[in-house]
């Protein structure tokens, strides 16, 4: 059972930038494809970035392409969401999720989800 922890969400204003942090609790994190999702009020979670257990594939969705990077840390068990240029668009819950295999942009593929984390843009 992979247990994930976000962490750095908050309050920026538009144009800024924040950094997402995802904790996962066993070393065999290495192995699992990690994924960044977000959930706005009113809207269907849907897919933000992912990242291969090597790294040396990334997704991302089109909404957030050239503004936001995934990348991720064998040795910490971490995975991270730098987020620039953000917009009001962007204000959801983010959350990171786990799974085993190849690389997918869709929710039903991951089997384990942290428990999210805030991250508000004011115009």
């Known amino acids: 059972q992979v247990q994930l922890v976000e962490s750095g969400g908050g309050l920026v204003q538009a144009g800024g930038s924040l950094r997402l942090s995802c904790a996962a609790s066993?070393?065999?994190?290495?192995?699992?494809?990690m994924g960044w999702f977000r959930q706005a009020p009113g809207k269907e979670r849907e897919f933000v970035a992912t990242?291969?257990?090597?790294?040396?594939?990334?997704y991302y969705a089109d909404s957030v392409k050239g503004r936001f990077t995934i990348s991720r840390d064998g040795a910490k068990n971490t995975v991270y969401l730098q987020m620039n240029s953000l917009n009001p668009e962007d204000t959801a819950v983010y959350y990171c999720?786990?799974?085993?295999?190849?690389?997918?942009?869709?929710?039903?593929?991951?089997?384990?989800w942290g428990q999210g984390t805030q991250v508000t843009v004011s115009s």
């Open positions: 999720a786990a799974k085993q295999g190849s690389v997918r942009n869709y929710n039903e593929a991951y089997d384990y």
């Open positions: 066993e070393r065999t994190f290495r192995y699992y494809v």
């Open positions: 990242i291969s257990w090597s790294g040396g594939t990334t």
